[in-house]
């Protein structure tokens, strides 16, 4: 008689499988998936400093939403977030797509130069943070130093105090980090293009722009949508950065969208509305992750 608990191969191996993938389903679902539930559930009561200690919480529907749908500060935040966003993006996209192309060149040290460039990337965004705050201070920083040495500016420039060149300040900051990782991700597709495609082209009697425009860009197509969407993501969904260089300041003309949520939450202590305006956030890169699936699918049935 055999053993009703008795497990053929197959079963054995999908068993296997899902005992592997168990501690990674565990640590999304307690790091990332109750976090996430837990913040939708609030950000559709009324939780605030008075009300936090409360063990049941008022429900209230949208009223959050609402709330800070109708503040004008919402709305800027979100048009920064925009501007810092498509602002990285191209900076960090044509400066690592020129060094891809640069470095996807076979010649001397080029390993240890791209090695040095990505230093940039490997450091702490905090510790890339303050170490910008330092360059673009007023009296002692380095960039006003050396634009007044070169004569094109006479008086030292307040960067991050001045609304008209803080986001700029945030951008080039942020474009110095992301600018390894494009050019990383960039070379890579570089070096998968097949040398005999080219080839074969040049024997055609294509020439290097043909090539370039004809068969470089329409192969590296999918490298350059995984760089585009994943540098949104990682940009769009920016805190470090913003918080220790500027708070979102001078008078709000660097908030974004998680440093408004955070100062909803953590400064007026609206806990619910701060919630909501999280939850704004995860919802656009959520559209954004839904394009790019789609925009894959459709190449993939291509």
């Known amino acids: 008689m055999k053993n009703k608990f008795y497990l053929n191969e197959h079963q054995r191996n999908n068993l296997n499988g899902y005992m592997f993938i168990l501690p990674a389903l565990i640590f999304m679902i307690a790091l990332i998936g109750y976090p996430t539930i837990y913040n939708f559930i609030i950000s559709f009561q009324n939780i605030t400093a008075q009300t936090i200690s409360n063990r049941f919480h008022q429900f209230i529907g949208f009223e959050n939403y609402r709330s800070i749908l109708s503040d004008p500060l ?3 935040s979100f048009l920064n977030t925009i501007l810092y966003t498509v602002g990285c993006l191209v900076f960090q996209f044509s400066i ?3 060094l891809a192309l640069f470095f996807s060149k076979k010649f001397r040290l080029s390993k240890l130069i791209r090695g040095l460039v990505v230093i940039s990337w490997m450091l702490p965004v905090t510790v890339t943070a303050l170490i910008f705050k330092f360059m673009f201070s007023e009296g002692n920083g380095i960039i006003n130093q050396i634009l007044m040495n070169l ?3 006479s008086n030292p420039v307040n960067w991050l105090t001045n609304g008209s060149t803080a986001m700029w300040s945030l951008i080039i900051a942020n474009s110095w980090i992301g600018i390894p990782f494009n050019m990383l991700l960039l070379t890579t597709g570089l070096n ?4 005999e ?3 074969a082209a040049s024997i055609d009697g294509a020439n290097g722009i043909q090539k370039f425009f004809h068969i470089t860009i329409p192969l590296l197509k999918p490298t350059i949508m995984s760089v585009l969407v994943l540098g949104f993501v990682y940009t769009f969904k920016v805190f470090d950065l913003v918080f220790v260089m500027t708070n979102g300041g001078p008078v709000d003309s660097t908030q974004v969208l998680s440093t408004y949520s955070y100062k909803l939450s953590f400064s007026y202590f609206r806990f619910g509305e701060g919630a909501a305006a999280a939850n704004i956030l995860f919802m656009c890169l959520f559209v954004v992750a839904l394009i790019y699936l789609k925009l894959v699918s459709d190449d993939e049935v291509m």
């Open 197 to 199: 495609v080219l080839e």
């Open 96 to 98: 690592g797509f020129l």
């Open 151 to 153: 004569h094109f500016i």
């Open 192 to 195: 998968n293009i097949s040398d």
């Open 74 to 76: 919402l709305k800027q």
